[in-house]
Each structure stands twice: as C-alpha cells, then as structure tokens.
C-alpha cells in the first residue's frame, strides 16, 4: 500500500478546482487535512475510486514542510556530486573555475562545488536553493525567446496556477501596494531592469532569478475606483529549463526575500 509522505503529495492527486465540495476553501487546505487526520481521501468528490484504494488514506510520519525541503536540498547534492558541473555549465549559462560552478541568481554569484557544497552572495532559503539545484541538474539549457506568457499558459501551468496566484502574485501585490519603492530597490538589488509598460501596465520590471529563467512583474497602480493588479509573467521556455514545481516554489521564494526586504524598510 503506497504511503503519503507530506500534504503536497496529496495535493498532486486532487484536481485544484477549489470546489469546496469537501467543505474546506481550497484543494491545498483540503490536502492539509487530509494529511493531519482531520479529513479522509475519500471526502473529496473528485478522487478516482482505485486512487483512493491505493492509498488507502496511509499518512506517513508527520514532518514539516521545512524538514521536507531540508531532505530535498539533501538529495540534490547528493546528485551534483555525481554529474560532471565543468561539462553543463555552459548549458546553464554558469562558469567553472576552481572545481566550482558559478551561476548568476538575481544578479549575484551561486557556487556549488564537486561535493554539492554550495555558497552564495545573496541570502537564500530552500524555497530558491532547491529551483537552482535542479535547474543546475535538468535545465535544458533552451535560449530563451522573448515571449512573456502569464504562469497558467506554461506547458503544466494549468494544475499549479491556482496556488501560484495565492502564493505568489497576490502577497507581491500587497507588498507592492504598502511599500512604494519596492521596484525601485528590486532594480538596484537584485540588478533588476525596468522595461516598457507591457501589457500598459504602470511599471514592468525584469529580472533574472536563474539565467534562462527570467520573469517579468507587471503591475498596475490604483485608479478611478479600481484596485491595483499584479501579474507575474515567465519566457515561454521557462518549462524547458526547469520545472513546473520547481517555479513555482521559485516564485514563491522570492516573493518571501521582497517581503523581508520591505519589513525592514518598515512596511506595515
């Protein structure tokens, strides 16, 4: 009988409709629950019968989702240290030099050795830590092309869209929103560059948190009654160089740097 291991594994086998037909607010809440013993698999209405057989509702031991990317990053040195760096680095658009690949995250050098030790000159979590691993390991090292596409437009954008928006767009609009020169410091932190009003957005910004995966924040200010927006856009060969998840969970973590970066200008 297979075992879930955390509530993102259970949330992988729900459809992210949110119908709520499982009286939580979301599949991710409803995953939550499930993994706490405060639901059963088969409370969602959705879940193939042979799905909710094979799983039989087998928890596994309760770990937190910080222990669980702790382990992760874990696993992905362990297979660094088994791939040749000097021979992907091009591919990854990164240097080597000294037994280390150098890769450039929002502007500032990542290193990681033979051994899958790695450095950084920007503070990073395992939320971006574990993106760069795998784009070290995987990304195709596919040119990008120039064409922004919004996060649901991605190949496998459509199962996560939902939570990016949650995660991601909607807490950087309110960071946005209370912290006024929030674009100002990205372009001079993190060697971000303002480009033009795409999509007649007020302010469009680009930066590079990997090489071959940039992004664009679009954001339009308040006006006549309207609330502000945010949209977060990726190249079009984002999924070729890394990920579904793992962008995701990029966003995400960089969305917690702006965060802290605002609180300690004072944001409320």
């Not at 040195?77 to 000097?86: A, E, G, N, V, Y």
Request: charged share 25%; net charge negative; glycine share 8%.
């Amino acid at each position: 009988m297979s075992q879930l291991n955390n509530p993102m594994e259970i949330f992988k086998l729900l459809n992210k409709s949110n119908c709520r037909e499982c009286n939580k607010a979301t599949c991710l809440a409803f995953a939550v629950a499930v993994f706490n013993g405060q639901k059963q698999l088969n409370e969602c209405p959705y879940l193939e019968s042979d799905i909710v057989e094979r799983f039989g509702g087998k928890i596994g031991k309760q770990t937190t989702i910080e222990q669980d990317m702790d382990k992760l990053v874990g696993q992905l040195k362990r297979k660094i240290s088994t791939i040749d760096l000097s021979a992907l680095a091009q591919r990854v658009g990164a240097g080597f030099s000294d037994d280390k690949l150098t890769i450039k995250v929002l502007g500032k050098d990542f290193s990681v050795d033979s051994k899958g030790n790695f450095s950084s000159d920007i503070h990073v979590h395992p939320w971006v830590t574990i993106p760069v691993l795998n784009y070290i390991i995987d990304g195709a090292g596919i040119p990008v092309s120039g064409e922004w596409v919004p996060f649901r437009e991605l190949k496998n954008g459509k199962t996560w869209h939902r939570l990016f928006g949650q995660r991601c767009e909607k807490p950087l609009k309110k960071v946005a929103d209370t912290y006024t020169d929030l674009f100002e410091d990205l372009i001079h932190i993190f060697n971000g560059r303002q480009v033009e009003n795409h999509y007649a957005s007020d302010i469009s910004l680009v930066l590079h948190p990997l090489p071959k995966v940039p992004i664009l924040i679009c954001y339009w200010k308040p006006e006549d009654g309207l609330e502000s927006s945010l949209n977060i856009f990726f190249d079009s060969t984002a999924e070729d160089n890394l990920n579904i998840e793992s962008i995701y969970a990029l966003g995400a973590g960089l969305v917690m740097m702006f965060e802290k970066i605002a609180l300690r200008h004072g944001m409320q």
